[in-house]
């Protein structure tokens, strides 16, 4: 059973620094898309980071790039997000999900493709 747990949330201050933290367990890790997706107050789902865990081609969100990075370390099956420079405007639920194909078809992917999420962890960036 593939189960995804993330950590690492909090609240912060307009300019901080968090990191985030998705461990997978019950699946091979190689060979998937993990995505770090976010949600806010009365906002839609919205695809902030990509990684193909084969690879590590990655893809950014317009909202997040330059200020976050995903990252992986497999040998932990671990997903990480790197997120300096906060706004208010990233306050959100953040959740890592997995997707099972191959990188191109994965870009054209939103979150109602992924089939394993994790249950989110809470952002808060004050002004």
């Known amino acids: 059973q593939v189960q995804l747990v993330e950590s690492g949330g909090g609240s912060v201050q307009a300019g901080g620094s968090l990191r985030l933290s998705c461990v997978a367990s019950?699946?091979?890790?190689?060979?998937?898309?993990m995505g770090w997706f976010r949600q806010g107050p009365g906002m839609g789902r919205e695809r902030i980071a990509i990684?193909?865990?084969?690879?590590?081609?990655?893809y950014y969100a317009d909202s997040v790039k330059g200020r976050f990075t995903i990252s992986q370390d497999n040998a932990k099956k671990t997903l990480y997000l790197q997120m300096n420079s906060l706004k208010p405007e990233d306050t959100a639920m953040y959740y890592c999900a997995a997707l099972f194909m191959g990188w191109v078809q994965c870009l054209a992917m939103n979150g109602d493709s992924y089939k394993y999420w994790g249950q989110g962890t809470q952002v808060t960036v004050s002004s």
């Open positions: 990684i193909y865990t084969g690879d590590g081609n990655t």
């Open positions: 019950g699946y091979i890790y190689s060979n998937a898309c």
